[in-house]
Protein backbone atom coordinates (compact mmCIF):
# COMPACT_ATOMS: atom_id res chain seq x y z
CA UNK A 1 0.00 0.00 0.00
CA UNK A 2 1.56 3.28 -0.66
CA UNK A 3 1.73 5.85 1.82
CA UNK A 4 2.61 9.61 1.72
CA UNK A 5 5.91 10.08 3.33
CA UNK A 6 4.32 11.94 6.32
CA UNK A 7 1.54 9.33 6.84
CA UNK A 8 4.67 6.86 7.09
CA UNK A 9 6.39 8.85 9.05
CA UNK A 10 3.12 9.13 11.52
CA UNK A 11 2.82 5.37 11.01
CA UNK A 12 6.77 4.94 12.05
CA UNK A 13 5.48 6.91 15.46
CA UNK A 14 2.70 4.90 16.07
CA UNK A 15 4.48 2.20 16.00
CA UNK A 16 7.02 2.84 18.34
CA UNK A 17 4.55 3.10 21.27
CA UNK A 18 1.85 0.57 19.95
CA UNK A 19 3.32 -2.07 18.51
CA UNK A 20 1.63 -4.10 15.78
CA UNK A 21 2.42 -7.45 17.59
CA UNK A 22 2.17 -8.01 21.44
CA UNK A 23 5.30 -7.41 23.02
CA UNK A 24 5.71 -10.64 24.91
CA UNK A 25 4.76 -13.62 22.54
CA UNK A 26 5.48 -11.73 20.23
CA UNK A 27 2.64 -13.46 17.33
CA UNK A 28 -1.02 -11.87 18.44
CA UNK A 29 -1.93 -8.71 18.31
CA UNK A 30 -2.64 -6.51 21.25
CA UNK A 31 -5.70 -4.31 21.33
CA UNK A 32 -5.60 -0.68 20.26
CA UNK A 33 -3.61 1.82 22.24
CA UNK A 34 -1.99 -1.23 23.83
CA UNK A 35 1.25 -3.07 23.97
CA UNK A 36 1.05 -6.81 25.05
CA UNK A 37 -2.24 -9.11 23.89
CA UNK A 38 -5.40 -9.92 26.15
CA UNK A 39 -3.49 -13.43 26.77
CA UNK A 40 -0.56 -12.29 28.17
CA UNK A 41 -1.78 -9.58 30.16
CA UNK A 42 -3.73 -12.07 32.30
CA UNK A 43 -1.17 -14.61 32.31
CA UNK A 44 1.84 -12.37 33.46
CA UNK A 45 2.79 -13.37 37.27
CA UNK A 46 1.23 -10.51 39.33
CA UNK A 47 2.81 -10.53 43.07
CA UNK A 48 -0.17 -8.19 45.08
CA UNK A 49 2.68 -6.98 46.75
CA UNK A 50 1.14 -3.88 47.60
CA UNK A 51 -1.64 -5.83 49.60
CA UNK A 52 1.09 -7.48 51.66
CA UNK A 53 2.93 -5.35 54.03
CA UNK A 54 5.23 -8.32 54.70
CA UNK A 55 6.14 -9.90 51.50
CA UNK A 56 8.86 -11.46 50.31
CA UNK A 57 10.79 -8.16 49.14
CA UNK A 58 10.32 -6.66 52.20
CA UNK A 59 11.92 -9.45 53.84
CA UNK A 60 14.74 -9.60 51.29
CA UNK A 61 15.29 -5.83 52.86
CA UNK A 62 15.80 -6.91 56.49
CA UNK A 63 18.26 -5.51 58.77
CA UNK A 64 19.87 -3.77 55.85
CA UNK A 65 17.49 -1.02 54.75
CA UNK A 66 14.49 0.36 57.10
CA UNK A 67 11.31 0.55 54.62
CA UNK A 68 8.04 1.59 55.17
CA UNK A 69 6.57 -0.37 52.09
CA UNK A 70 8.27 -2.42 48.97
CA UNK A 71 6.15 -4.24 46.45
CA UNK A 72 6.93 -5.75 42.94
CA UNK A 73 4.69 -5.85 39.80
CA UNK A 74 5.76 -9.29 38.41
CA UNK A 75 7.44 -12.46 39.66
CA UNK A 76 10.52 -12.58 37.23
CA UNK A 77 10.74 -16.07 36.62
CA UNK A 78 13.93 -16.67 34.10
CA UNK A 79 12.54 -17.31 30.14
CA UNK A 80 8.89 -16.27 31.82
CA UNK A 81 7.04 -13.93 30.51
CA UNK A 82 8.15 -10.92 32.71
CA UNK A 83 11.25 -11.05 31.83
CA UNK A 84 10.32 -10.96 28.08
CA UNK A 85 8.90 -7.46 29.02
CA UNK A 86 11.65 -6.47 30.70
CA UNK A 87 13.95 -7.89 28.35
CA UNK A 88 11.63 -5.31 25.43
CA UNK A 89 12.31 -2.84 27.79
CA UNK A 90 15.95 -2.66 28.50
CA UNK A 91 17.56 -4.20 25.27
CA UNK A 92 15.05 -3.69 22.28
CA UNK A 93 14.42 -0.05 22.88
CA UNK A 94 10.91 -0.09 23.90
CA UNK A 95 10.59 2.28 26.78
CA UNK A 96 6.51 2.30 26.13
CA UNK A 97 7.23 -0.95 28.16
CA UNK A 98 8.23 1.30 31.50
CA UNK A 99 5.70 3.97 30.91
CA UNK A 100 2.68 1.78 30.04
CA UNK A 101 3.05 -0.82 33.38
CA UNK A 102 4.02 2.44 35.78
CA UNK A 103 1.03 3.81 34.28
CA UNK A 104 -0.91 1.20 35.28
CA UNK A 105 0.44 0.07 38.67
CA UNK A 106 0.55 3.84 39.53
CA UNK A 107 -3.69 4.01 39.33
CA UNK A 108 -3.68 0.91 41.76
CA UNK A 109 -0.78 1.75 44.24
CA UNK A 110 -2.31 5.79 44.71
CA UNK A 111 -5.39 4.02 46.32
CA UNK A 112 -3.17 1.64 48.51
CA UNK A 113 -3.03 2.39 52.10
CA UNK A 114 1.00 1.47 51.80
CA UNK A 115 1.63 4.01 48.82
CA UNK A 116 -0.71 6.96 49.70
CA UNK A 117 1.30 9.03 51.35
CA UNK A 118 4.17 8.92 48.56
CA UNK A 119 5.42 12.69 48.03
CA UNK A 120 7.52 11.64 44.93
CA UNK A 121 9.37 9.11 43.24
CA UNK A 122 12.78 8.55 42.21
CA UNK A 123 14.48 6.19 39.48
CA UNK A 124 17.68 4.27 40.24
CA UNK A 125 19.86 6.17 37.78
CA UNK A 126 22.40 4.81 35.04
CA UNK A 127 25.56 6.44 34.88
CA UNK A 128 25.11 9.36 32.01
CA UNK A 129 28.01 6.73 29.22
CA UNK A 130 25.45 4.11 29.38
CA UNK A 131 22.06 6.11 29.19
CA UNK A 132 23.43 7.69 26.46
CA UNK A 133 24.40 4.09 24.94
CA UNK A 134 20.70 3.07 25.78
CA UNK A 135 18.90 6.26 24.76
CA UNK A 136 16.80 6.28 28.23
CA UNK A 137 16.87 5.01 31.59
CA UNK A 138 14.28 2.20 31.94
CA UNK A 139 14.02 2.53 35.34
CA UNK A 140 12.49 6.62 34.76
CA UNK A 141 10.34 5.62 32.32
CA UNK A 142 9.10 3.40 34.75
CA UNK A 143 9.56 6.19 37.76
CA UNK A 144 7.61 8.46 34.72
CA UNK A 145 4.68 6.84 34.24
CA UNK A 146 3.85 5.99 37.94
CA UNK A 147 4.39 9.78 38.31
CA UNK A 148 1.53 10.41 35.92
CA UNK A 149 -0.69 7.72 37.37
CA UNK A 150 -0.50 8.78 40.69
CA UNK A 151 -0.28 12.56 40.21
CA UNK A 152 3.24 12.75 42.72
CA UNK A 153 6.32 14.55 41.07
CA UNK A 154 9.32 12.63 39.73
CA UNK A 155 13.38 13.51 39.86
CA UNK A 156 15.14 11.37 37.56
CA UNK A 157 18.74 13.61 38.34
CA UNK A 158 17.80 12.78 42.56
CA UNK A 159 20.86 10.42 42.45
CA UNK A 160 23.34 9.99 40.12
CA UNK A 161 25.44 7.16 39.15
CA UNK A 162 29.12 7.59 39.72
CA UNK A 163 30.79 4.76 38.26
CA UNK A 164 30.46 3.07 34.48
CA UNK A 165 30.18 -0.82 35.60
CA UNK A 166 30.63 -2.97 32.27
CA UNK A 167 31.20 -6.56 33.96
CA UNK A 168 31.82 -7.32 36.99
CA UNK A 169 32.28 -11.16 36.83
CA UNK A 170 36.41 -10.82 37.85
CA UNK A 171 35.28 -9.65 41.22
CA UNK A 172 34.55 -11.58 44.66
CA UNK A 173 30.80 -11.01 46.24
CA UNK A 174 32.50 -8.78 48.56
CA UNK A 175 34.60 -6.98 46.10
CA UNK A 176 31.03 -6.11 44.07
CA UNK A 177 29.27 -5.03 47.26
CA UNK A 178 31.64 -2.14 47.94
CA UNK A 179 31.65 -1.23 44.10
CA UNK A 180 27.57 -0.93 44.22
CA UNK A 181 28.06 0.72 47.56
CA UNK A 182 30.05 3.40 46.39
CA UNK A 183 28.57 4.03 43.16
CA UNK A 184 25.65 6.53 43.98
CA UNK A 185 25.74 9.84 45.22
CA UNK A 186 22.80 12.59 46.47
CA UNK A 187 22.77 15.40 44.56
CA UNK A 188 19.24 17.25 46.26
CA UNK A 189 18.93 16.31 49.57
CA UNK A 190 17.74 19.02 51.12
CA UNK A 191 14.55 19.28 48.81
CA UNK A 192 13.76 15.58 49.88
CA UNK A 193 14.16 16.13 54.02
CA UNK A 194 10.47 15.32 55.61
CA UNK A 195 9.21 13.52 52.38
CA UNK A 196 8.17 9.59 51.53
CA UNK A 197 10.59 8.75 48.37
CA UNK A 198 9.14 5.53 46.40
CA UNK A 199 12.20 4.57 44.82
CA UNK A 200 12.05 2.24 42.02
CA UNK A 201 14.04 -0.36 39.67
CA UNK A 202 13.30 -2.37 36.46
CA UNK A 203 14.03 -5.39 38.22
CA UNK A 204 15.07 -6.72 41.68
CA UNK A 205 17.32 -9.87 42.51
CA UNK A 206 19.62 -9.23 45.29
CA UNK A 207 18.83 -6.15 46.19
CA UNK A 208 22.29 -4.68 46.23
CA UNK A 209 21.63 -1.62 44.17
CA UNK A 210 18.44 -0.74 45.82
CA UNK A 211 20.17 -0.72 49.01
CA UNK A 212 23.20 1.60 47.94
CA UNK A 213 20.48 4.13 46.32
CA UNK A 214 18.35 3.60 49.41
CA UNK A 215 21.55 4.30 51.91
CA UNK A 216 21.77 7.55 49.82
CA UNK A 217 18.66 8.71 50.61
CA UNK A 218 17.78 8.02 54.17
CA UNK A 219 20.67 9.71 55.05
CA UNK A 220 18.27 12.51 54.33
CA UNK A 221 16.43 13.84 57.69
CA UNK A 222 13.29 12.20 58.19
CA UNK A 223 12.90 10.90 54.87
CA UNK A 224 10.60 8.39 54.62
CA UNK A 225 11.78 5.47 52.16
CA UNK A 226 9.65 2.83 49.94
CA UNK A 227 9.85 0.88 46.53
CA UNK A 228 8.67 -0.37 43.86
CA UNK A 229 10.16 -2.05 41.03
CA UNK A 230 8.47 -4.02 38.01
CA UNK A 231 10.15 -7.48 38.12
CA UNK A 232 10.89 -9.51 41.68
CA UNK A 233 13.44 -12.54 41.17
CA UNK A 234 12.71 -14.58 44.08
CA UNK A 235 14.93 -17.42 45.29
ZN1 LIG B 1 0.92 -11.88 23.92
Not at 2 to 8: N, T, V
Not at 176 to 185: G, I, K, T
Request: hydrophobic share 35%; aromatic share 8%; net charge positive.
Amino acid sequence: MYLHPILEGLEHCFSLFYPNLCLVCESKKPTRGEIICFSCQHKLPKTDFHLDPENALIERFWGRLPLHAATSLFYFIKGGRAQQLIHQLKYNHKPAVGMRFGQTYGSILKDSPLFQSVDCIIPVPLHPRKQHQRGYNQSETFARGLSMSMGKPHYPHALERLTFTQTQTRKNRIERMNNVMEAFRLRSGKALEGKHVLLVDDVVTTGATLEACGMQLLSVENLTLSLATIGFASG
